[in-house]
C-alpha cells in the first residue's frame, strides 16, 4: 500500500492506472469506512482513500481542531483490507492559495443539517470535486450515514458531468444500534449508553407508520419529545421523501426519516430508510 501527501506523487501513481474506486474519508476509520473500502475492493481493482480532515466544512464554532486523527492505525487498517493507495494531503498542498472558488449548492443543502450547518455542504461538495478532478476514479462510494451528503453528491456528479458511478453502502452500527461514527468516542460513558435511543426513536417512526400512522408531523413532533424528555437537544427529525428530501406527503412511498441531536456536547446524525 502505497501511501502519498501530495498531489504531484499522486498523480504520477495514477499515471497508468484504470478502474480506480475512490473512497473519502475523514480518518479516525472504524467498521462504517471499513465497509465502503470492502464495497470497492469488490468493485475495482485499484481502490484509493482519501484521508483528509476538511477545514471548509467545519465552522469556526466547530470540532476541527479536536477532530480525532489517527494516521498510524488508520493506514494499518487499511493496509489488513489490500487497499492500493491512501491519499493524504497536507493542507498547504489542497490549498495553495485560499479556496475562493466554492460551489454553489441547490436549495436541498440549506436543508435539514445546511440549516444547523451554513454551508458544510459547499465545503464537502467542493472538496469532494476537488478529490474527483485530482483522483479521476470511475467509482466512487459513499455512506448513507452521511443521507443529504450523498443525496448532495449525486446530483453533483449528475449536473456536473462527472462520468463517476456513485455507490452507497447501508449504515454500519454498534450491537445497540448506535451507528458509528468518529465523533462517537466525544461521548462519555452514560452519554454512549443514552445514544442508542436516537435510533431507536427513529425505528419508533417507522414502526408507527408501518401500523398506518401518516400523520408524519405528529411522529416527528413525538420523537423531538421522546428525546428532548431524556435530555438531548434535538436539530430536527424529519420525514423525507427518499427522491427529494423535501418533506413526505401522506402518499409518498419511499421514505426516509433524518435525524441531528445533541448529547450532552456530541452532536449525532442518524437516519432509517422506509416503505410506506
Ligand atoms: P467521514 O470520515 O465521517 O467523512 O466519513 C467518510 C465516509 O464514511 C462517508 O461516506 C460516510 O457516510 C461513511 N460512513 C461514516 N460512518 C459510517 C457508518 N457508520 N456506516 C456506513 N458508512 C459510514
Redo the contacts with the bound molecule.
Sequence with gaps: MKIVETIAALRSTLKNVQHIAF??????L????L??VEKAKKKSDFVVVSIFVNPLQFLPSEDFNQYPRSMEADCKLLRSLDVDLVFAPDEKNLFPVQQEILLQLPAVADTLEGIFRPRFFQGVATIVLKFFNIIQPDIA??????YQ??HIIRLMVQQLNFPIKILD?????AADGL????RNQYLNGPERQEACHLYQALNTIVGETASGQRDFLLLEKKAVEYLSGRGWQVDYISIVNRQTLLPACTDDQQLAVLAAARIGTTRLIDNVEFTC
Aim: charged share 15%.
Design positions: 473512497v473519502p474519508t475523514m480518518g479516525n472504524h467498521a462504517g469506512h465497509a465502503l462510494i459513499f455512506g448513507k450515514k452521511d451528503q450523498l453502502t447501508e449504515i454500519i452500527r451507528a458509528l461514527s468518529s
